[in-house]
């Protein structure tokens, strides 16, 4: 079995580059949508939300860059383009939102389709003994697991 400079092997590695770039690429739509939410919330909660929405795009800026550069170590090239990430993306894309409640819930919509992806990625590389993604995909999951249930509760229902 051929493998990389880590010691894994190369095809499973450059498959799992290629789920790392698609979660790379709905990061990136996700981020967005928090930068547009941050800068158009209004109402009562604007306050609350002004800063959740900014903790939550800081928090997805440097997962970002976590991703991008798991996939360098692992000898790929990350995505990089604005035409990569729509391409890519799967996430619901925010335009013009301002409602409290619509803004939370795309975010936590956004949350929840972003795990299937981690998921996909967390078994792959335990499969080949890639510690370094494995360990990382498990730290995602367990941050956005909890963020989903604590704006569910704010939401007071289910999604």
Known sequence: MKTNTIGLP?????????????????FQVYYQNLRGLHWNIRGKRFFDLHVKFEELYNDSQLKIDM????????????LHTFQDYIEHNKLKVGKNISQDEIAVG???????????????????????????????MSDFIKEQEKTIWMLKAWLEQEI
């Open 67 to 78: 991703i991008a550069e798991r996939i360098l170590t692992l000898g790929g090239v990350p």
């Open 10 to 26: 190369v095809k499973e590695t450059n498959e799992l580059i290629d789920n790392l770039n698609i979660l790379l690429a709905n």
């Open 106 to 136: 795309l975010v936590v919509e956004s949350l929840i389709n972003l795990l299937p992806i981690e998921r996909e990625i967390l078994i792959a590389a335990g499969t080949i003994g890639d510690e370094g993604t494995n360990s990382m």
